[in-house]
């Protein structure tokens, strides 16, 4: 009687926090967690009655938690395990997405395809690898979020959404904290080795197989923070149009083993249109 009338308590103990989680306000939208509305106001350990609710893109057992797909970091937000491939981007762009539904800075991108076959596509996207499995390069800024948003999460950022002072520290921001293990290691692996992360190289490594597990880190599960791809990052210097300068982060295989470029803190300026076969991207929610 008394271990039931214990676990009672604990349980009722649990109800409550979640409760108390629910009357949170979101840091930088405003919100309350609304379970049932749908709205994404609810962030990650917040109750939940479907993955709508959630700022983590998924709800489970009525808790907003991580995807299967993502990583949780610090109990607190999500990271994409790996780099997006070619084949997820396809899938988006079977949807047919709406370019028109873009912000304001993003109006000038007309279409969202990769930007490797056309008389205006830049030589070194022609010859990328296009095979399913390896990252989806050759996407802009502006497809790199359109991607994540409409799978209900966002290019990484400021933890829980919103984007980095793009002269700001280095040493910030959800990519950051998720690459080094929130400052403990300079590259995401520890002791970097430029073969093993593909930072060495002439061309992409699929993402996701066996061998990226040689190049996981900083937290268990992700896979290429350092090497293999730049990824496109929330941090620009303006919010007029193209020629806003944004941060990619980690290096790539071009990067010639570098330690300084493929340090978690090493940052990278491209104009917001430009396309390369060395920039991809990854995702985050919470």
């Given at each position: 009687m008394r271990a039931s009338a214990r676990a009672r308590g604990c349980?009722?103990?649990?109800?409550?926090?979640?409760?108390?989680?629910?009357?949170?306000?979101r840091p930088l939208h405003g919100l309350?967690?609304?379970?049932?509305?749908?709205?994404?106001?609810c962030l990650y350990g917040q109750p939940c009655d479907a993955s709508a609710d959630c700022t983590t893109a998924a709800c489970t057992e009525g808790v907003c938690q991580c995807p299967a797909s993502m990583v949780t970091i610090e109990s607190s937000f999500c990271v994409d395990r790996t780099e997006v491939s070619n084949a997820a981007y396809r899938a988006f762009l079977a949807t047919r997405p709406d370019v028109a539904a873009q912000e304001p800075f993003c109006s000038f991108n007309s279409t969202f395809d990769f930007d490797d076959t056309g008389p205006d596509a830049p030589?070194?996207?022609?010859?990328?690898r296009k095979e399913d499995e390896h990252p989806a390069t050759c996407v802009d800024w502006c497809d790199a979020r359109a991607f994540c948003k409409s799978h209900g999460k966002r290019l990484c950022g400021e933890r829980h959404g919103g984007p980095l002072p793009f002269r700001g520290g280095m040493a910030q921001g959800e990519w950051f904290d998720a690459c080094s293990k929130h400052g403990a290691l300079a590259h995401s692996t520890g002791e970097f080795d430029a073969l093993q992360c593909n930072g060495d190289s002439t061309e992409t490594v699929p993402v996701g197989d066996d061998t990226s597990l040689a190049c996981e880190g900083g937290y268990l599960g992700l896979q290429h923070m350092s090497g293999n791809v730049r990824e496109w990052e929330d941090a620009c210097s303006d919010d007029v149009g193209p020629g806003d300068?944004?941060?990619?982060?980690?290096?790539?295989f071009d990067s010639g083993g570098a330690l300084e470029e493929l340090?978690?803190?090493?940052?990278?300026?491209?104009?917001?249109?430009?396309?390369?076969?060395?920039?991809?991207?990854?995702?985050?929610?919470?």
């Open positions: 349980a009722a103990a649990l109800a409550a926090a979640l409760l108390s989680a629910c009357s949170l306000v309350t967690c609304e379970p049932g509305a749908g709205n994404a106001s030589p070194v996207c022609t010859t990328r300068l944004c941060r990619t982060r980690g290096g790539a340090r978690c803190d090493a940052r990278d300026e491209r104009e917001r249109a430009d396309t390369d076969h060395t920039i991809g991207f990854r995702c985050c929610s919470g």
